[in-house]
């Protein structure tokens, strides 16, 4: 049986323990779902905004408050994700003596005394499959003394633009994911957004990849699961 592969990815404000989750999507098999805290501003349209510059279905909600967004996150994977077809996916979520998404959403969840929403499903990281087990090399001029550079592609955006057809480079209004932090903190919440659906899309494309070429013993799956409840 292929599992139905979801992936996620999170925008936040920084990199330190105080900083804040500012919107977690999902790509699922109708769409993408986005939650994304406002900071108690006005965010009005921006569903319309970002479903004109993005070629599937989005649903976006709005939240004020990070507790706000994680509850509603809680919700929702509790009724769309918990079943045995699903497998959670991210690029360096968390994998062995690494990861981002995972380990900081544990962090802000602990400080707000939240429930754990990822309960019961597996996951599996695709960095280590797609740079172990894909060719992600690009070597080109340097245009000076004509020595060939060898790259080794290791960010979501470049190894997708290497093994896919980089189509959603058009679609991310950033060239560097730092940007998400500008746009968060002067309200540019569409473009935020945006982003965010760029690197669900692309991190669903790859793992698509991976599962087309690569054998499930490649998958390094997990539970998700805590040991006991709260």
């Known amino acids: 049986m292929v599992l139905e592969l979801v992936a996620f990815d999170i925008e936040t404000t920084g990199f330190g323990v105080d900083d ?21 501003r006005d965010a009005d349209g921006v569903e319309r905004h970002v479903s004109d510059r993005v070629p599937v279905h989005v649903q976006v909600t709005t939240h004020p408050t990070e507790r706000a967004l994680f509850e509603a996150v809680g919700s929702f994977t509790a009724d769309r994700l918990q079943d045995d077809d699903v497998l959670l996916v991210a690029f360096n979520g968390e994998r062995w003596k690494g990861g981002f998404d995972l380990p900081f959403l544990r962090t802000r969840l602990a400080r707000l005394e939240i429930e754990w929403p990822f309960r019961e ?15 992600t090399t690009v070597t080109s001029c340097d245009g000076g003394d004509g020595d060939v550079v060898s790259d080794d592609q290791s960010d979501l955006a470049g190894v997708y633009d290497v093994l896919c057809d980089g189509r959603y480079s058009d679609v991310d209004p950033f060239v560097e994911s730092g ?22 899309l692309r991190t669903r494309d790859l793992g698509r ?12 799956v997990k539970s998700l699961s805590p040991t006991v409840q709260r």
């Open 20 to 40: 804040e989750v500012t919107v977690i999507g999902f790509a699922v098999p109708m769409g993408v779902r986005v939650f994304v805290q406002t900071g108690s």
């Open 121 to 135: 499903l597996p996951y599996a990281d695709l960095l280590p499959v797609l740079t172990r087990r894909f060719n």
């Open 179 to 200: 940007e998400a932090v500008t746009a968060f903190n002067e309200g540019r919440f569409a473009d935020l957004v945006t982003h965010n659906v760029a690197d669900v």
């Open 209 to 220: 990849l991976a599962q087309w070429y690569c054998s499930k013993s490649e998958f390094s």
